[in-house]
């Protein structure tokens, strides 16, 4: 802490917002620290990392993106390495954020279709939103879920001649279909994170979101970390 | 090995073909009889040779079988099987290869541009510079002929000898044959000569004698004259092979569906962002400034 007491103090708010989760900070809430981030942004390092040396392994539509890494036959060893990291830091990411992620009653409504369409539309908003909303939760679930059936169907890709040719052929369905939704999952959360929700990329790359940003999505949350409850379990 | 002189008609891994059809060349085929096949082996030898494999390490399975299967060094193996047959006991040989398909299960399977190709006269070839070694090959494959060389880190089979077809001349294999049970010409001959053959076999008491061309496949660019044709197992042949039903729907149906969706899902986005815009908090009044916070839930 001595290196830090001879900080200036503005830099101290910054180290603090480093540290810990769901403080406030002048104008703005601490909603992730740098953990976090930096395990967020390791996974989407090597999601796309897979994403980008697969597709051309999946159709000759992306066939183009070989040559981001040197060729296909560079892709082919690519591929599963980082599908490999990619679930590990996927792991990383389920045990760092499954207290956050836990379901409550009011989340189910999210497996209807309905409540997805109104969400979209801006509509039927919950002033019992906390600091993930029911979207974001199932979200987490299945990416998670997704990692998982990626990499078994992919370990069988991978080496397809020490599996039957049924487990082979069930194998590449599963890795298709998992990685098709995965893949439209994962735009319209970077749709939702970015241009569709002003000042939520903010808080993935800095930590922090403005209280007016907080009220908002998460009524829930603004109201406990400004009420001085700083930590959820 | 890759033929110059011979267009291709279909490649792996490739949306649009670049076949001309200027050049009509009439398919071609080789036929086996393994009914006066002898078991000499001297087609494995020719393989070897001409191709420039191995030597691979024999196996002794107990049988007259070189080895208990094909190998990326050994793309053409003699099958040996002893079967009871009408108080007695028949010796069975059957040339296992590469069959060339019409419609190549491997083919259709292999996601590498151009690592496997049909050539105009039909011959399934495998390029090794395109060949990513990922074994995709194995799996759309309804004869499990396909290897993978670790050396080399590519998959390896019969090229029916594409490099001395192209030349005009006869495979290797065929060459070497001394009882002339195996022979090379157009697919079209080479069919007749297989009705003649069985028609023969059936007048001498193979009653149960066929011509192996299995039509789930398009039929095949070797054409076997089976006869015990009753007992396909007796020669390690599939009764019906077909393009496995998962990489068909994996090739034609999900992927195509997987790139609409891809591409919809970015739609969909850009065209929600045009309608709805984006949800921001309220600009009147301004910002709250830290120390009101409010108990009661928005509207």
Same mark, same amino acid.
């Given at each position: 802490?001595?290196?830090?007491?001879?900080?200036?103090?503005?830099?101290?708010?910054?180290?603090?917002?480093?540290?810990?989760? &769901?403080?406030?900070?002048? &104008?703005?809430?601490?909603? /992730?620290?740098?953990?976090?981030?930096?395990?967020?942004?390791?996974?989407?390092?090597?999601?796309?990392?897979?994403?980008?040396? $697969?597709?051309?392994?999946?159709?000759?539509?992306?066939?183009?993106?070989?040559?981001?890494? #040197? #060729?296909?036959?560079?892709?082919?060893?690519? /591929?599963? @390495?980082? $599908?490999?990291?990619?679930?590990?830091?996927?792991?990383?990411?389920?045990? /760092?954020?499954? $207290?956050?992620?836990?379901?409550?009653?009011? &989340?189910?409504? @999210?497996?209807?279709?309905?409540?997805?369409?109104?969400?979209?539309?801006?509509?039927?908003? &919950?002033?019992?939103? $906390?600091?993930?909303n029911g979207g974001q939760k199932l979200f987490f679930f299945a990416a998670a879920l997704g990692a998982l059936g990626l990499l078994l169907s992919g370990v069988v890709v991978w080496f397809p001649l020490e599996f039957p040719r049924i487990v082979r052929e069930l194998a590449i369905l599963i890795h298709d279909v998992t990685f098709i939704l995965f893949v439209v999952a994962v735009v319209f959360h970077i749709y939702l994170g970015t241009a569709a929700e002003p000042g939520t990329f903010h808080s993935m790359i800095r930590g922090t979101v403005r209280k007016p940003w907080a009220r908002l999505h998460h009524p829930r949350w603004y109201r406990e970390v400004l009420g001085g409850k700083t930590r959820r379990p | 090995m890759a033929a110059h002189n011979l267009e291709i008609r279909r490649s792996s891994a490739s949306l649009w073909g670049g076949a001309t059809g200027m050049r009509q060349l009439p398919v071609v085929s080789k036929f086996i009889d393994t009914t006066t096949c002898i078991g000499c082996k001297a087609?494995?030898?020719?393989?070897?040779?001409?191709?420039?494999?191995?030597?691979?390490?024999?196996?002794?399975?107990?049988?007259?079988?070189?080895?208990?299967?094909?190998?990326?060094?050994?793309? !053409?193996?003699?099958?040996? !099987?002893?079967?009871?047959?009408?108080?007695? =006991?028949?010796?069975?040989?059957?040339?296992?290869?590469?069959?060339?398909?019409?419609?190549?299960?491997?083919?259709?399977?292999?996601?590498? +541009?151009?690592?496997?190709?049909?050539?105009? !006269?039909?011959?399934?070839?495998?390029?090794?510079?395109?060949?990513?070694?990922?074994?995709?090959?194995?799996? %759309?494959?309804?004869?499990?002929?396909?290897?993978?060389?670790?050396?080399?880190?590519?998959?390896?089979?019969?090229?029916?000898? =594409?490099?001395?077809?192209?030349? %005009?001349?006869?495979?290797?294999?065929?060459?070497?044959?001394?009882?002339?049970?195996?022979?090379?010409?157009?697919?079209?001959?080479? =069919?007749?000569?297989?009705?003649?053959?069985?028609?023969?076999?059936?007048? !001498?008491?193979?009653?149960?004698?066929?011509?192996?061309?299995?039509?789930?496949?398009?039929?095949?660019?070797? =054409?076997?004259?089976?006869?015990?044709?009753?007992?396909?197992?007796?020669?390690?042949?599939?009764?019906?092979?077909?393009?496995?039903?998962?990489?068909?729907?994996?090739?034609?149906?999900?992927?195509?569906?997987?790139?609409?969706?891809?591409?919809?899902?970015?739609?969909?986005?850009? %065209?929600?962002?045009?309608?709805?815009? +984006?949800?921001?908090?309220?600009?009147?009044? %301004?910002?709250?400034?830290?120390?009101?916070?409010?108990?009661?839930?928005?509207?």
């Open positions: 802490m001595s290196a830090t007491a001879s900080r200036p103090p503005a830099d101290s708010a910054i180290l603090r917002a480093r540290r810990s989760e &769901d403080v406030v900070v002048g &104008d703005e809430i601490v909603r /992730h620290r740098l953990a976090t981030r930096a395990i967020h942004w390791t996974v989407a390092l090597f999601f796309f990392l897979a994403l980008f040396s $697969g597709l051309p392994i999946w159709t000759p539509v992306f066939g183009w993106m070989a040559h981001l890494f #040197g #060729g296909l036959n560079v892709c082919r060893w690519l /591929h599963p @390495w980082a $599908g490999l990291a990619f679930f590990v830091s996927m792991l990383v990411m389920f045990v /760092h954020w499954l $207290g956050e992620m836990r379901l409550e009653p009011n &989340d189910r409504e @999210w497996l209807r279709p309905r409540k997805m369409i109104e969400y979209m539309r801006y509509q039927g908003e &919950d002033p019992e939103v $906390g600091k993930y | 087609c494995e030898v020719a393989c070897q040779e001409w191709n420039d494999l191995g030597p691979v390490s024999t196996r002794q399975t107990g049988t007259y079988q070189t080895m208990p299967e094909l190998d990326p060094e050994f793309w !053409n193996l003699i099958r040996f !099987n002893e079967q009871e047959f009408d108080g007695g =006991v028949v010796w069975l040989m059957r040339k296992d290869q590469c069959m060339h398909c019409e419609d190549p299960g491997c083919l259709a399977a292999c996601p590498a +541009p151009g690592a496997i190709v049909q050539y105009e !006269n039909g011959i399934v070839d495998v390029n090794p510079e395109a060949c990513i070694g990922c074994g995709f090959c194995a799996t %759309g494959c309804p004869f499990d002929v396909p290897k993978f060389h670790a050396k080399t880190g590519k998959m390896a089979k019969c090229t029916l000898c =594409v490099d001395r077809v192209e030349s %005009g001349l006869e495979p290797a294999c065929i060459k070497a044959c001394p009882t002339g049970c195996l022979q090379f010409g157009t697919k079209d001959d080479m =069919v007749a000569m297989g009705h003649a053959r069985v028609e023969q076999l059936k007048a !001498n008491g193979f009653a149960n004698a066929v011509l192996y061309d299995p039509p789930g496949v398009g039929g095949t660019g070797v =054409v076997t004259v089976l006869g015990h044709g009753d007992h396909l197992e007796w020669y390690g042949l599939p009764r019906d092979p077909r393009v496995p039903l998962g990489v068909r729907f994996w090739k034609s149906v999900l992927r195509p569906l997987g790139v609409v969706a891809i591409f919809g899902a970015v739609v969909g986005a850009i %065209g929600h962002f045009m309608y709805q815009g +984006p949800k921001e908090p309220p600009q009147t009044g %301004g910002e709250p400034t830290g120390g009101e916070p409010p108990r009661t839930p928005r509207p």
